[in-house]
């Protein structure tokens, strides 16, 4: 029942593979039921034999045949197959077991046609059924002279029994009776093989051995296993071919009649050859006149040689050969696929061929063969593309060439096992493409930012190395060796500027990064300055910078705070650090923070020429220019905010500087005012506008300070005080702090924010007429 092809290791694995996929295919099944239904089982009567094909995935094991014929059952084994004309094909790849009988098979009932009796015999959980199968088949396509079939298994031939007309003698068969009969005693048989003639036996003793002679209708039939003891192998022109030469023959009396009985089939193999399989057969196996008339096809579907090359089929003559070259990809052919280190694919073709030749007394010959080829494992590159996009943030990786019988089952990223189809709750997506060629393609997507992909940095690149190892488990269906698959795939990405911890404290605002190995790529900055340990020193900032960590802190009123929503209640601070690409300078990120400070007292001296002071003062206190209340007041602070030189504000110009100076009075007893001198003090440096343009705009904010004093006697406007306040001792009425520095807190503050103070107009203008005017 096995097939008759064994020589090189690959074809031997790949039929290993068939039975064990025919096994497999039993587990799967759980049909019970009746699998007799249409489609399941066919029957079909052809050229020169009977085919029963039954599908394999509805009988679950391989079934088992009987041939019925009236003197009882016979078991179809493979010995018994190939002597008898039974040939049992298991294509586990289609899922198909097809049993072939020739027309001169032992069991066949000769009528007005043949018919054929079988049990079919399937095996479920232990216990068999039986099906009984019939079918008559008639007329068959009329026979040549001689025909010989070159079986998988066996080889038949059959000749006309006529004798030819002139010889007189055309009733001697029925003379002498059927050669296989029990009338059929004094019928010899003697082999030849080139050395020598070996001794005659009689008919039961060379079917003991395994031959069958017989007559059919009026056909002389001889049919023999390959390898039997009396045949033999030899070349024709380079081709192996066995064969067994026959010479049956019977004397009565003075008569003796012989029947020459030659089977020589071509035994090659075929080889694989740029994607064909070849197969070649001596184009003289049988005495020709010429050339012999050859048609062949795959599965029984016999086409003339301009048919089969319209479909890819090769068929080519030289030295006496016939050659047969089919493209692997030949429809009727078989692919498997194959995982043994690596994954590879074969094919398999049921070539059938017919080959007539006429020999000089114009008797035709035909040799019909059936042969399984079977193409070595080639190999079967899978194709992988990287279609990532940086652009698009995602790895896209498209693995294609997927044979139709290898699946996806699951997918490994950086070593984490993904199951497929793809859990919805997942961020990467596996899209499935199905080809008209039957092979399929999968395109992985993984955003490249993803946790699961392993970033690092590339100093050659100075950039981020983004990398996903995937591996691929496949699996060949049906079955369960995985092929594994891996491809490591990388993106350049530019590297992520850092960004910092942040946090607020009463007195400023801290700030933290923990340096990556590349942040070495970036300066920051504040405002338009690079931060150095000097910058930070120049500005009163802490800074520690080590290879780990670089720390920096903030005080509140130093350089590079905006103030905002500045009440009693307190202000917001905003300060930010600006990330600059060292190389390029281009500011790539910044952070900001935004902190409230609830500080009870402040001055704060603008750009824009705006002084504002919140201090611990009961709410009926006013500015140099009495009619200057505070905006804001609490019952124990008071928060002033008016243009420098309003309100009575006196201008005192220094060497280097312009100091603006009023005073926040409250009224306490009638000859004794208390107060404090409030000052912003500008580098006359940063004022060049209100020289050139009358416009009042620093290039920096004033430093502010806010002064305790206590005068005897109400003189109004005040002078200008000194820079630093004596100590001073407050009477205890008052409900102020008992001790005021000197300087309180610096402050800067640009425009933004401050509604109701300052116009939305192009800021300064209205200063500059405040000043003309005042
Ligand atoms: C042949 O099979 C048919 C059913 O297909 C059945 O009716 C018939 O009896 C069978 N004949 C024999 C001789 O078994
Ligand atoms: C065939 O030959 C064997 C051995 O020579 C003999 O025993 C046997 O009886 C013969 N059979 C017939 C049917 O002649
Ligand atoms: C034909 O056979 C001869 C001798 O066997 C050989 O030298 C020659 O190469 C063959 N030609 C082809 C086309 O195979
Ligand atoms: C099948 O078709 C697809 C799409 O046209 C192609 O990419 C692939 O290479 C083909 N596969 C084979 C095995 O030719
Ligand atoms: C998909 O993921 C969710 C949440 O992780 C889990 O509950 C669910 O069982 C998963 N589904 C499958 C089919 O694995
Ligand atoms: C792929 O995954 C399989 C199964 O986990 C493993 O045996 C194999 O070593 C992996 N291959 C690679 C290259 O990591
Ligand atoms: C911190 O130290 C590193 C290494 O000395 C130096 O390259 C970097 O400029 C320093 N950063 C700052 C902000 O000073
Ligand atoms: C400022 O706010 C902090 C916390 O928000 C609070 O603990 C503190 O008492 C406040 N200080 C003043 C003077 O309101």
Not at 417 to 434: G, H, K, W
Not at 583 to 604: G, H, P, R, V, W
Request: aromatic share 12%; proline share 6%.
């Amino acid at each position: 029942m096995k097939l008759a092809v064994d020589t090189n290791t690959s074809t031997a694995m790949a039929f290993k593979l068939m039975f064990s996929v025919a096994l497999l295919l039993s587990l799967w099944s759980t049909a019970e039921c009746d699998f007799l239904v249409e489609g399941v089982l066919r029957l079909e009567c052809r050229d020169r034999y009977f085919v029963i094909a039954v599908d394999l995935a509805a009988t679950g094991e391989v079934p088992r045949f009987e041939a019925v014929d009236g003197t009882g059952t016979y078991a179809i084994t493979e010995h018994y197959a190939a002597k008898c004309g039974y040939t049992i094909s298991i294509l586990s790849l289609l899922g198909l077991v097809e049993l072939r009988a020739s027309y001169f098979s032992c069991h066949t009932e000769r009528g007005a046609g043949f018919s054929f009796r079988f049990n079919l015999i399937t095996t479920y959980k232990g216990v068999d059924a039986y099906y009984a199968l019939n079918k008559t088949c008639s007329s068959p396509l009329p026979w040549s002279p001689r025909e010989v079939t070159c079986e998988v298994n066996y080889m038949e031939v059959s000749v006309r029994s006529e004798l030819p007309c002139q010889s007189g003698l055309s009733d001697v068969w029925s003379i002498l009776g059927p050669p296989y009969s029990p009338s059929t005693e004094d019928w010899q048989v003697t082999f030849q093989n080139p050395d020598e003639q070996l001794p005659p036996m009689n008919l039961s003793q060379a079917r003991q051995q395994g031959y069958i002679f017989d007559l059919v209708h009026d056909r002389i039939v001889f049919r023999t296993p390959y390898g039997q003891l009396d045949s033999y192998h030899t070349e024709v022109t380079g081709i192996p071919v066995e064969v067994v030469r026959a010479t049956l023959f019977s004397r009565k009396s003075w008569v003796v009649v012989m029947v020459d009985l030659i089977a020589a089939c071509s035994k090659d193999e075929g080889s694989y050859d740029s994607g064909y399989m070849i197969w070649d057969t001596p184009e003289a196996l049988y005495p020709s006149l010429g050339k012999t008339q050859i048609s062949f096809g795959l599965n029984g579907n016999l086409m003339d040689q301009a048919a089969a090359a319209q479909k890819g089929f090769i068929m080519g003559r030289s030295n006496s050969t016939v050659q047969i070259g089919i493209p692997y990809n030949a429809e009727g052919g078989y692919r498997k696929s194959f995982v043994s280190d690596g994954l590879f694919e074969f094919y398999i073709f049921n070539l059938d061929l017919k080959q007539t030749s006429v020999d000089e007394r114009h008797e035709e010959t035909v040799v019909w063969f059936h042969r399984t080829l079977v193409t070595p494992l080639l190999s079967s590159p899978l194709f992988i593309e990287d279609q990532t996009d940086v652009e698009d943030g995602t790895f896209s990786i498209n693995l294609g060439k997927v044979p139709r019988d290898v699946e996806l089952t699951s997918v490994q990223l950086n070593g984490q096992e993904f199951a497929v189809p793809f859990n919805d709750s997942i961020a990467y997506t596996l899209t499935e493409v199905r080809h008209s060629n039957k092979s399929h393609s999968y395109t992985l997507k993984v955003p490249l930012r993803d946790p699961i992909v392993i970033q690092e940095f590339s100093k050659e690149n100075a950039a981020m190395l983004h990398k996903l190892d995937i591996n691929y488990t496949l699996i060949v269906t049906p079955g369960d060796e995985p092929y594994y698959h891996t491809i490591s795939a990388t993106a350049l990405m530019a590297a992520p500027p850092p960004s910092f911890d942040v946090v607020c404290t009463e007195s400023g605002i801290d700030f933290k990064l923990a340096y990556r190995s590349f942040d070495y790529l970036w300066d920051f900055m504040i405002g338009s300055d690079r931060l150095t340990p000097a910058l930070a020193a120049n500005h009163g900032y802490t800074m520690s910078n080590d290879s780990q960590s670089l720390l920096l802190s903030v005080p509140l009123f130093t350089h590079g705070y905006k103030y905002t929503d500045i009440g009693l209640k307190g202000f917001l601070g905003t300060f930010t650090i600006l990330v600059r690409d060292r190389e390029t300078a281009d500011i790539l990120t910044s952070t900001t923070k935004t902190c409230l400070f609830n500080t009870t007292e402040f001055i704060m001296c603008s750009t824009n020429g705006w002084m504002t002071v919140a201090v611990e003062m009961p709410a009926h206190s006013h500015l140099v220019n009495s009619l200057c209340v505070p905006k804001e007041a609490d019952g124990t602070r008071v928060l002033f905010s008016f243009p420098l030189h309003s309100c009575g504000s006196t201008v005192k110009l220094a060497k280097e500087t312009v100091t603006y100076q009023n005073k926040i009075y409250l009224d306490t007893s009638e000859n004794a005012v208390e107060g404090m001198t409030v000052r912003c003090m500008y580098p006359l440096a940063s004022l060049y506008r209100l020289f050139s343009l009358h416009k009042f705009e620093s290039d920096e904010e004033g430093v502010g300070n806010i002064i305790p004093f206590v005068e005897t006697t109400k003189a109004v406007p005040a002078t200008v005080t000194p820079a630093v306040a004596p100590q001073i001792t407050r009477t205890p009425s008052l409900p102020l702090p008992p001790f005021y520095p000197t300087v309180r807190y610096i402050k800067v503050y640009r425009v933004q924010n401050q509604p109701g103070q300052i116009s939305k107009g192009p800021k300064g203008n209205l200063q500059v007429k405040k000043l003309r005017y005042a």
